[in-house]
């Protein structure tokens, strides 16, 4: 066990996220594949607060569980704030667009990378060694596409959303980094030598309608948790998301980026908001 370390909103704000996805939108599953019997090696890729890693050691206690991330730190997962190992392999300080994350091949019969937008640049690149990495196994990937997509006619150009969105976008592609999450998935996946077996879209909307809370609604339940890491203010998520972006890149002062973030959260967060992202 090592020193204290107090928990962060960051840390509770990404297993509020982990929540939405895994416990609600795959209905209590921290993957969709089906897995071989027996003794299983793992990688999780982008372990975060390590909550996936975790619980997947607890679901396989036999299996050999590794985790990597591009941060400096173990994963701080116990409930008091301690860093504990959970049995789990912990690698921290992995560069992602490495050709070397310092693996054998063939060497995970499964491979999960969650929210890792810097890993489908990988995978476009050719800068990753998961289909190396993997014995004859499967690798499955979560992402939340940001764009605010709306199908209604109710979202002019001119709109804060499509205002902030556009900004992003130059500002995220000026660094080599661009926030549009690729329609062509499925083909970079291929190319990067795994076979797609299942692609499977859900939408999240940013609007949650008041008046018909049904709690066995699935649907419902995606939303709720996305507004709670979306929209709690503690979290600060797009704020965190834009001022770096938009002050560094597009040379946006800190106030402008503020009052913009401010106007988005409130045309997201409207009970009727057309928005939705696709997960």
């Known amino acids: 066990m090592g020193p204290h370390v107090p928990i962060s909103e960051e840390h509770v704000r990404l297993d509020t996220m982990h929540n939405a996805w895994y416990n609600v939108a795959l209905d209590n599953r921290l993957h969709l594949a089906t897995l071989r019997p027996g003794r299983l090696r793992i990688l999780d890729i982008g372990y975060g607060t390590g909550i996936w890693a975790v619980e997947m050691k607890k679901l396989y206690p036999d299996s050999e569980i590794t985790a990597i991330d591009i941060g400096n730190d173990h994963p701080t997962v116990d409930e008091d704030g301690y860093q504990v190992h959970h049995g789990v392999d912990w690698r921290p300080g992995v560069d992602f667009m490495q050709d070397d994350w310092g693996l054998k091949d063939g060497s995970f019969d499964f491979i999960h990378a969650g929210m890792l937008h810097s890993f489908v640049e990988a995978l476009e ?16 990937f979560l992402e939340l596409d940001w764009t605010p997509r709306c199908d209604v006619a109710t979202s002019p150009s001119s709109s804060d959303v499509s205002r902030w969105w556009h900004a992003m976008q130059i ?6 980094k661009p926030l549009d999450y690729p329609a062509d998935i499925e083909a970079i996946i291929q190319r990067a030598g795994c076979t797609v077996l299942n692609h499977r879209v859900i939408d999240v909307q940013t609007a949650e309608d008041l008046f018909n809370l049904n709690a066995d609604d699935p649907q419902i339940c995606i939303t709720h948790w996305y507004r709670i890491f979306m929209f709690t203010p503690a979290y600060k ?3 965190g998301m834009s001022m770096a972006l938009l002050t560094r890149q597009l040379g946006w002062t800190p106030a402008d980026v503020a009052a913009l973030v401010v106007r988005v959260n409130y045309q997201l967060n409207l009970t009727h908001s057309p928005y939705y992202h696709n997960l």
């Open 125 to 140: 690149t050719g800068k990753t060694s998961s289909a190396e990495s993997l014995v004859s196994g499967q690798a499955e």
């Open 171 to 176: 500002a995220s592609t000026s660094i080599g």
């Open 237 to 239: 998520t797009l704020n």
